[in-house]
């Protein structure tokens, strides 16, 4: 857990600045409930720890080339 704030009240502020942010949640505290939520408030993505190299490189992926398509960074 991140001290002063969750990993979703960041995001949440930052979408605030940036509406286009691609957003990927990584957690160590995983359920089911947590990543419908995430998703349904905007997260592009739900990454569960642990996680390998792989998956974090295919979601990243992912994220950079949906961000590409609707003419993000």
């Given at each position: 857990?991140?001290?002063?704030?969750?990993?979703?009240?960041f995001?949440?502020?930052?979408?605030?600045?940036?509406?286009?942010?691609?957003?990927?949640?990584?957690?160590?505290?995983?359920?089911?409930?947590?990543?419908?939520?995430?998703?349904?408030?905007?997260?592009?993505?739900?990454?569960p720890?642990?996680?390998?190299?792989?998956?974090?490189?295919?979601?990243?992926?992912?994220?950079?080339?949906?961000?590409?398509?609707?003419?993000?960074?």
């Amino acid at each position: 857990m991140m001290p002063g704030m969750s990993g979703w009240s960041f995001c949440s502020s930052y979408f605030e600045h940036d509406p286009d942010l691609i957003c990927i949640m990584i957690t160590g505290y995983a359920t089911v409930d947590l990543a419908v939520e995430a998703m349904k408030q905007g997260a592009f993505d739900f990454l569960p720890k642990p996680f390998t190299l792989d998956e974090l490189s295919t979601v990243v992926n992912r994220g950079l080339t949906s961000a590409n398509a609707v003419g993000g960074p």
